[in-house]
């Protein structure tokens, strides 16, 4: 059985890295170099790079900078925004990223997703749905941003990219987007069945568990952009508790926290006895010994 990833996402903004809240409001973070490396370090298992500027300013990815940041990037690094044809993502790709995100192109000009999936392969394609809760209680993808209805159900446009030959869904809830109350149950559930290939699931964590409700509803992928921000040892914690809760992960960073209780809020609490045993153990400084 496949384990379940742990994505990071980072959403940049005139060349910061930002925390948004309902793809309304953004506040900076920091530059992309240092949170990819940040990432790294702490034990992530991919990483999504979104420009939300490109397309709004009418400008082709910012390929300079992706060749700059993924140098830091010892994961799969997947990159989108501004990308309107096959050129863009060949320049993508060359300078240093191992997959594109698709988002208003995939809408705009559909062909793209086949043409891509066929010149770089399925598992460089990723089609990213933002969608939003109507008035009846339904969901519409959109666009620009969040500001262009597609008219389009985010089950309707996961199954078209499949077909088309995407690789993965990258599936964003506009309305839970920096609301720290969980993933959207709702909203994740249909697409997860309606489609054969892995869905990456996106908006609302606050706290670690959350990333184990998504799991649960069937995601192959839980991802996160602000709580990895502000949450202190926020991936390693993230795995741990995953691990705990019998969700199969990679723990392949030198931070464990086997022993250790983790509060509501994600906050470690005290270990047990055995574990402190451990510890006492294998920080006994050489001096003493």
Known sequence: MLKTRVIGVLVVREHLVVQSLQFARYLPVGVPRIAVEYLNRWGIDEIVLVDISARGERRHPDVDGLAEYSRYAQVPLAVGGGIDDIHDIERIIRSGADKVVLNTAAIVRPELITEGARLFGNQCIVVSIDAKRTGNGRYEAVTHGGRVPTG?????????????????ILLNSIDRDGSKLGYDAQLIEPVVDAVHIPVIVCGGVGQARHLIEGARLGA???????????????????????????????????????????????????????????????????EVI
Do not use: C, M
């Open 152 to 168: 389009r159900t985010p089950v309707e446009l996961a199954q078209d990219a499949a077909r088309r030959g995407a690789g993965e």
């Open 220 to 286: 192959s992928a839980v991802a996160a952009a602000n709580f990895f921000h502000y949450t202190e040892h926020s991936v390693a914690v993230a795995k741990h508790t995953l691990q705990a809760a019998g969700i199969d992960v990679r723990l392949d960073t030198l931070v464990r926290y086997d022993g250790f209780g983790i509060d509501a809020s994600g906050r470690v609490e005290k270990a047990d006895d055995r574990t402190l045993d451990r510890l006492r153990f294998e920080y006994i400084p050489e």
